[in-house]
């Protein structure tokens, strides 16, 4: 359980009770929790008081199964509605521009557009249209393909998105503008786990982007690396993109 790197042990336990119980919509007995967790029945007992106490686990019948509680999703539910994307977001895109050195955006989905929340230029910057407050077609921008993949995970909804946002507009001789070559493509998206615009929306620049889902089904946003072509090698896009990832994993 790793409770000796945790400061402190019965916290820790507290918060694997909850992951444990979030995990099955069903319910957990004791029994269970006390098998997967390793852990003493009347130690898990007293843990499980105090969550029910403060609402944050919840047993409906005696000796029934354990769920998560109303005060705990009523606590994630106004995080999530008073949350400041772009002040979560900001030390993740400070790490990366300092890892990779080049200019680094956040993004979220509108419809058949994205809107630029947030951008940390690189020392060696180079000139984009993208601005904070500015927008840019889905179909042609890293962050744009990266929130559609998992935004719309399979061809007939990426083709019902097309329909009713399109036509696709052509940025440049590599943009991608006919409904299923998209589809297709972020299938592949999907299966990397990162999205490339590859001189899609501006000649000459490159860039690695990733979806942010702070625990939801669908991204929230999405963070992309940029850079010239020179410096964008397909081996340096690989590396960048399982960065970028890794990034995502340990900050957010």
Not at 148 to 169: F, I, S
Request: glycine residues 8%; neutral net charge.
């Amino acid at each position: 359980m790793g409770e000796a790197q945790s400061p402190v042990g019965s916290v820790d336990r507290a918060l694997l009770i909850l992951q444990e119980i979030g995990k099955r919509s069903r319910g957990v007995t004791l029994d269970e929790l006390a098998t997967r967790l390793a852990l003493p029945k009347s130690s898990l007992h007293r843990l499980l008081g105090a969550l029910k106490h403060r609402g944050f686990a919840a047993q409906p019948e005696p000796s029934g199964p354990y769920f998560l509680g109303t005060e705990l999703l009523a606590t994630a539910f106004r995080y999530y509605e008073s949350m400041d994307l772009r002040t979560l977001v900001r030390p993740l895109l400070l790490r990366l521009r300092e890892e990779f050195d080049e200019t680094v955006h956040m993004a979220v989905l509108d419809g058949g557009e994205i809107v630029y929340l947030d951008k940390v230029e690189a020392v060696r910057s180079i000139t984009m249209s993208s601005v904070v407050g500015g927008r840019n077609a889905a179909h042609c921008t890293g962050v744009g393909k990266a929130l559609l993949a998992w935004t719309y995970p399979t061809d007939e909804a990426v083709k019902a998105w097309a329909e009713k946002y399109g036509p696709l507009g052509v940025r440049t001789r590599n943009t991608i503008t006919a409904p299923a070559k998209l589809a297709a493509h972020l299938e592949q998206v999907r299966d990397r786990g990162y999205a490339l615009d590859l001189e899609e929306n501006e000649p000459g620049v490159r860039c690695v982007a990733a979806p942010i889902f702070l625990g939801r089904t669908v991204p929230v946003a999405a963070v992309s690396v940029t850079a010239i072509k020179d410096r964008m090698s397909p081996a340096r896009l690989e590396e960048v993109g399982a960065g970028l990832r890794r990034a995502i994993s340990e900050q957010l």
